[in-house]
């Protein structure tokens, strides 16, 4: 199994006050699905319907280029009255990548979705503070709550369900992901926390969208 922390890290936390970690002062018992790196035919397609069937309402982070090969299936996430989020043109790591370069990523995701959005999400979570600080400006930057696991494909499904749910609070943001490396866990995960989760009283909404100048 990979390494990765399910639930945020305090000091990650205390480091980057400014990125959006949880959402607070919810009087009803809410979680914020969030789904990274689509939108993929079959997969993507599979949440929706998931989530339809809750009444849930999620955040899609969109890769730009997969936005340009499956725009269709971009239209029914909207259609279904979800929100978007940018992921970068090109998935690209910021701790990696020379400013210049991921700003320009940052922005060709931002055309080619073709509607507005000011929520950011950088792949996997790395980012330079210089490149927050320039993104920041149109967006806010969401990290998560809870990480799902489902991309490690060493990772029974059961377990990440079962972690999943250990982690999840009121408030908590929690990532999926809808690509085809996440597909067997996801699929296995999603439906049963959607369950566990509306059988509590929870509602699923999307991660509002801040305003900003311009938008």
Same mark, same amino acid.
């Given at each position: 199994m990979g390494f990765f922390l399910h639930k945020s890290n305090f000091l990650?936390?205390? %480091? +980057?006050?400014?990125?959006?970690?949880?959402v607070e002062g919810d009087v009803?018992?809410?979680? +914020?699905?969030?789904?990274?790196d689509g939108p993929i035919p079959d997969v993507t397609e599979f949440v929706l319907e998931q989530l339809d069937r809750y009444a849930a309402q999620a955040t899609f982070f969109c890769i730009g280029d997969n936005v340009r090969k499956h725009r269709n299936v971009l239209y029914q996430v909207l259609e279904a009255g979800h929100m978007v989020g940018n992921h970068t043109y090109n998935h690209l790591n910021g701790w990696k990548t020379d400013d210049?370069? +991921?700003?320009e990523? %940052?922005?060709?995701?931002q055309h080619v979705l073709g509607v507005e959005t000011a929520l950011f999400r950088p792949p996997y979570g790395r980012i330079r503070k210089t490149q927050a600080a320039q993104v920041m400006e149109h967006h806010s930057v969401v990290m998560w709550d809870v990480l799902t696991g489902d991309f490690d494909q060493t990772m029974?499904?059961? %377990?990440?369900?079962?972690?999943?749910?250990?982690h999840t609070e009121p408030g908590s943001i929690i990532v999926f992901h809808d690509s085809l490396k996440a597909w067997p866990n996801m699929r296995y995960a999603l439906p049963r926390l959607l369950a566990h989760f509306a059988e509590r009283d929870y509602t699923f909404r999307a991660v509002p969208q801040p305003v900003y100048a311009g938008f």
């Open positions: 990650l936390r205390t %480091v +980057y006050p400014e990125f959006w970690w949880k009803e018992p809410t979680i +914020y699905l969030t789904f990274d210049e370069t +991921y700003l990523n %940052v922005q060709s995701c029974a499904p059961d %377990v990440c369900l079962k972690k999943s749910i250990q």
